[in-house]
């Protein structure tokens, strides 16, 4: 049966308008209809949503990461969404939590600490929002030619930061349960941030992975976008702290 498109008024006669793309069956918007569809199916649906892209996030990232920067996008959940979905949850969850980094570090290292440092530590989830374009920066210059755009790279690498808040979110979850600092302290510096590093590398690594690397290559410049970022935040780190101690 032939109709009008509700969105564009458009005459239709299948599933979606074929001017607009929106599908040719609306609702009315409820309380029911909101929690049974909205919700539930375009939020928790096994297939399409935050459950299937977490999922694809920690299977196959590369291979999942590359398909929706390449234009398939109906099963994955936005990028933007995601990470301000992982910020929010994190924040809940730390509240509950009767530690946080600053917790982990020893206290002569306290004492030290520049005001940057005091940064990472106490605001642990918006210093990794703050990484994503220089994570950018250096999976661009390190895969350039890979061709993929700069913009490209952030999507990517937005990615690679939801991941990371889901791995700090299951720390911090443990915390809220188990509060043994020492125990703690090796499971964050010699757990967590040698599982990020490895995800990050596993990331790259699948990504590009169809970009006409040889195998050697391909390594090698997976590793060394994490390895230049340590380099340059150890490097930022020593100057900030030279000026920090001409300041005074």
Not at 202 to 215: D, I, M, R, V
Request: proline share 2%; glycine share 6%.
């Amino acid at each position: 049966m032939q109709h009008n498109c509700l969105n564009c008024n458009q005459a239709i006669t299948t599933n979606f308008c074929g001017n607009c793309g929106q599908k040719s069956s609306t609702h009315r918007y409820s309380l029911k209809h909101f929690i049974e569809h909205d919700f539930i199916h375009g939020v928790w649906h096994i297939d399409k949503g935050i459950l299937y892209t977490i999922k694809a996030l920690f299977t196959r990232p590369g291979h999942s990461v590359r398909e929706y920067v390449l234009g398939k996008r109906a099963g994955y959940f936005n990028f933007i969404t995601l990470l301000l979905l992982l910020v929010a949850l994190a924040g809940v969850i730390a509240h509950y939590s009767q530690l946080n980094i600053a917790d982990l570090m020893p206290e002569a290292s306290k004492k030290t600490m520049t005001s940057l440092q005091r940064f990472t530590t106490n605001y642990p989830r918006i210093f990794l929002l703050i990484t994503i374009p220089i994570y950018a920066l250096f999976s661009y210059c390190w895969f350039s030619k890979a061709k993929f755009n700069y913009s490209e790279h952030l999507v990517l690498n937005s990615y690679k930061t939801a991941a990371e808040l889901i791995i700090g979110i299951c720390f911090t979850i443990i915390t809220i349960f188990y509060t043994n600092v020492s125990v703690l302290t090796i499971i964050y510096f010699a757990g967590i941030n040698l599982i990020t590093i490895a995800y990050t590398v596993w990331l790259y690594h699948q990504f590009f992975s169809q970009s006409g690397y040889s195998k050697k290559s391909l390594l090698f410049r997976s590793i060394m976008v994490p390895v230049s970022y340590l380099i340059v935040s150890f490097v930022v780190g020593i100057v900030w702290a030279i000026f920090a101690r001409l300041g005074h």
